[in-house]
């Protein structure tokens, strides 16, 4: 079992940067696969970034390679996502997901979940 927590969301402006982070518990982070999820009102949830249990490859939707960077730091057992160059269109809550296997790019391969934390870019 990990439980997943994340944070670091809010209000900025097109083109400001955040960082969020997920913070886990529970058994060793640090063989999980780890991702990021959005999901817009009315959406089904959609696949952001993830990275491998080593932190030695990640993945990006094509809609987010070249401003965000996910990465982790499995002796704090946390992981994050830097968003730069914010648009207006990344608004969305993000969660943090966890697996037990090699990334994938579905929300129902995940097993574990965060609540979520909303992220708002103002134009």
């Known amino acids: 079992q990990v439980e997943l927590v994340e944070s670091g969301g809010g209000l900025v402006q097109a083109g400001d940067s955040l960082r969020l982070s997920c913070a886990a518990s529970g058994r060793a982070f640090r063989i999980y696969t780890m991702a990021w999820f959005l999901q817009s009102p009315g959406k089904e949830r959609e696949f952001v970034a993830a990275?491998?249990?080593?932190?030695?490859?990640?993945y990006y939707a094509d809609s987010v390679k070249g401003r965000f960077t996910i990465s982790r730091d499995n002796a704090k057992n946390t992981g994050y996502l830097q968003m730069d160059s914010l648009k207006p269109e990344d608004t969305a809550v993000y969660f943090c997901a966890a697996r037990w296997r090699n990334p994938a790019y579905s929300s129902p391969d995940y097993d574990y979940w965060g609540q979520g934390t909303q992220v708002t870019v103002s134009s």
């Open positions: 990275i491998n249990e080593s932190g030695s490859s990640t």
